[in-house]
């Protein structure tokens, strides 16, 4: 098999300009609620894009929990790797791979804290078993082996037997504010439909077709 014969033809409804909702996160919602109603495998998982201290990117993927007008909101371990480079450079992209419909949403922005009373609520919805697996995992760093993993897991079972988990105080919710918005859809001859969101001075966001 040779990888560079490997390709299909994208063959999405077009999107116009007329198409597109004003605000581009409703736009994103409008998008986001096609990909579950399509059965798409996790659709609300995003590609998350960090840069480190010495400009070296990374990525990794998170499930988008909210997205409403504050940004979009995921959780994870706050000293892993993607939240030490997110906090230390507040800046982030995130792409939706919604391949199933020949769609990518990419989004760029800040990133801000999610308030803890609001990670409180979060953690306190989520399974019990992921609970423990948020105080046992130190998401990122060197784990002597996966025995080791499984023990700590016990260990915090049994360290909160009999009574709710609360939030560590290492794990809460970041926020991508968007700033930049691109909207894609595949189209037959590789003449996809691309459309960018940005603010201007005034704060409106305006929307340009860019080349594919
Ligand atoms: C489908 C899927 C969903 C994931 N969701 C999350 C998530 O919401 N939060 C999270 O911290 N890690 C999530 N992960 C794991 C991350 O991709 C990553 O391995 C982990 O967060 C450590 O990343 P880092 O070392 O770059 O910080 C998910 C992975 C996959 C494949």
Redesign the pocket.
């Known amino acids: 098999m040779k990888l560079e014969d490997l390709r299909r033809e994208y063959t999405g409804h077009g999107l116009s300009r007329r198409d597109l909702d004003p605000d581009p996160l409703q736009q994103l919602r409008a998008w986001l609620a096609q990909a579950i109603d399509a059965g798409l495998v ?1 659709p609300t ?1 995003m590609v ?1 894009a ?1 840069v480190g201290p010495d400009g070296r990117p ?8 909210d997205a409403d007008a504050r940004g979009l909101t ?4 706050l000293e ?6 997110l906090l230390a450079h507040p800046r982030a992209s995130a792409l939706f791979p919604w391949l199933g419909l020949c769609r990518q949403v990419s989004v760029e922005g800040r990133i801000e804290a999610v308030p803890e009373a609001e990670a409180d609520r979060y953690f306190a919805s989520r399974p019990r078993d992921s609970q423990l697996a948020a105080w046992a995992s130190p ?2 760093r060197p784990l002597a082996s996966r025995r080791a993993l499984d023990a700590a897991f016990a260990e915090q079972a049994a360290r909160f037997a009999g009574r709710p988990v609360p939030r560590p105080p290492f794990w809460g919710g970041l926020r991508l504010v968007p700033e930049r918005y691109e909207f894609w859809q595949g189209r037959e001859n590789r003449l996809h439909d691309r459309f960018v969101y940005e603010k201007d001075g005034a704060g409106r966001w305006r929307i340009q077709r860019l080349a594919p």
């Open positions: 996790d998982a998350l960090s990374s990525q990794r993927v998170v499930l988008l929990k995921f959780y994870t371990n892993s790797r993607k939240a030490r480079e998401q990122s």
